[in-house]
């Protein structure tokens, strides 16, 4: 089992006279940066001079400089741009870490697949909320926290996960629950999960079975509501409290049914894809490809985007959701933890 710390096992002294900067000012960046200052550490936004995010982080009022003058004031280096960038960032800031000083993550992919390469007498940490950044900030200002996870790459001072703790702590984490993890697991459960499931698996699950009820003659607004919309409410209960409140929560047709059929669609074949899926990310081939797919520009991912907007459950939901309430209600929700 994982070890998970709590408030009670962090020293916020482990990051006393610290400078911390920021790299970013997006999703991550501008929670980490306003929770750590709120938190009394001494911070600094790293963002390039004609960056579309200075006006936000002086408003929050913050201080702001170049990503070179960020680091060289900097004991830790936070890397919150995103991940394709990162590499590109660090090779401009590589020679203002000092010794002793720490490279800190939010996800482990550039580390694990070798983009990044630090040198041997700096610390490398990450801290990774398990929630995109403006629940992080919300979360805080609550005076509660994001859960999130924490692992050691190099530990050059001897002192890594105090210090990341420290971090978790200042940006709320620990008041939730912090899971210790290594960069290798957090990287390969992270990209299998949001292949898999999250992001890949549910919305090919959901668009199939739409064809499915379509092309034998139902209508769309019925193909939706069942294979897209109820996913929100089922995926709440099994939220709340795992797939036992929702199976409680359901019919005994639907239970039965759904214990009887699940595995007929989501049989053994699917099981053998998921694992090559799974053996992709951890041979790396996922990785090469992705790479290689952002140095020629992203040609497939672009092509692949449209034709995921050219979907017909896109132009079915859209007209569907302006019809009825309960997606008014959800962008006014949207619009209210923007503006927070
Ligand atoms: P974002 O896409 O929100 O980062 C945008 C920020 O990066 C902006 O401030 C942008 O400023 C800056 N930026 C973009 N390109 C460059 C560049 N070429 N040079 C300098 N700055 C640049 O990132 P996320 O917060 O989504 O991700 C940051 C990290 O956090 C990643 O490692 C990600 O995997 C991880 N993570 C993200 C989560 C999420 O929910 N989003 C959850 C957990 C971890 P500009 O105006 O200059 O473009
Ligand atoms: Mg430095
Ligand atoms: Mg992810």
């Given at each position: 089992h994982a070890t998970i710390y709590y408030d009670d096992d962090a020293d916020s002294t482990a990051l006393e006279g610290k400078t911390v900067a920021v790299m970013g000012y997006g999703s991550q960046g501008h929670a980490h940066a306003q929770n750590l200052a709120d938190s009394g550490v001494d911070v600094v936004v790293g963002l390039r001079?004609?960056?579309?995010s200075r006006d936000a982080v002086r408003e929050d009022g913050l201080d702001v400089a170049t990503p070179v003058e960020a680091a060289a004031r900097a004991d830790v280096v936070s890397m919150l741009v995103p991940d394709t960038v990162q590499p590109a960032v660090y090779d401009d800031i590589a020679?203002?870490?000092?010794?002793?000083d720490t490279l800190q993550f939010a996800h482990g992919f550039n580390i694990h697949f070798g983009q990044i390469e630090p040198a041997d007498d700096v610390d490398v940490t990450m801290v990774a909320p398990k929630g995109p950044g403006h629940i992080v900030r919300r979360d805080y200002e609550r005076g509660e926290g994001t859960p999130g996870l924490l692992a050691v790459y190099q530990d050059a001072t001897g002192e890594a996960a105090d210090e990341a703790l420290a971090y978790a702590q200042g940006i709320g984490c620990t008041r939730a629950g912090v899971v210790e993890t290594s960069f290798r697991e957090e990287t390969e459960t992270d990209l299998f999960g949001e292949q898999a499931v999250l992001c890949g698996g549910v919305t090919s699950l959901i668009k199939q079975a739409y064809e499915t009820l379509v092309d034998a003659g139902y209508s769309p607004e019925m193909a939706y509501f069942e294979c897209l919309n109820e996913m929100k409410l089922i995926v709440d209960l099994m939220y709340e409290g795992g797939l036992g409140d929702m199976w409680d929560s359901v019919s005994d047709t639907a239970e039965f049914g759904g214990l009887t059929k699940g595995d007929v669609v989501v049989d053994e074949h699917a099981r053998e894809n998921m694992e090559e899926v799974l053996d992709d990310v951890q041979s790396g081939a996922f990785a090469r490809e992705w790479i290689a797919e952002n140095q020629a520009n992203r040609p497939a991912y672009r092509q692949l985007r449209q034709a995921e907007k050219d979907h017909e459950i896109e132009e079915v939901g859209e007209r569907l959701r302006d019809l009825f309430a309960w997606a008014e209600e959800s962008e006014s929700n949207e619009e209210r933890n923007e503006t927070e």
């Open positions: 001079e004609n960056s579309s020679d203002e870490l000092d010794a002793g």
